[in-house]
């Protein structure tokens, strides 16, 4: 089994900056993609960015140019800048990862237990 634990997150004003960061730990022999996804009130839980072990990144449309993903991959973190947060942004920010657990198994997808980003108009 492996845990994601994040950290960052709270409360900005519009136009602020928050950086979150997710550290996966257990029994992990390597990870595939990681990312973070959030969701909004009464709304289903969306891609912000997702970024391959290789590096590859992919962001949601309404997310790009504001933030950046990126990952350690000997560390096994994943951290997300946001900078000119808007009040659409707010939310709870989940960290994602593929985790392969031994050379023989299969990758399983793991969440964090969500952090609340708040931006204030």
């Known amino acids: 089994q492996a845990q994601l634990v994040e950290s960052g997150g709270g409360l900005v004003q519009a136009g602020g900056s928050l950086r979150l960061s997710c550290a996966a730990s257990?029994?992990?022999?390597?990870?595939?993609?990681m990312g973070w996804y959030r969701q909004a009130p009464g709304k289903q839980r969306e891609l912000v960015a997702r970024?391959?072990?290789?590096?590859?990144?992919k962001y949601a449309e309404s997310v790009k140019g504001r933030f950046t993903i990126s990952r350690h991959n000997a560390e096994n973190t994943v951290s997300l800048e946001m900078n000119s947060l808007k009040s659409e942004d707010t939310g709870v920010y989940y960290c994602?990862?593929?985790?392969?657990?031994?050379?023989?198994?299969?990758?399983?997808?793991?969440w964090g237990q969500g952090t609340q980003v708040t931006v204030s108009s």
């Open positions: 970024v391959t072990a290789g590096g590859a990144t």
């Open positions: 994602y990862a593929q985790v392969v657990e031994g050379f023989w198994s299969a990758a399983r997808d793991y």
């Open positions: 257990g029994s992990i022999f390597n990870i595939r993609d």
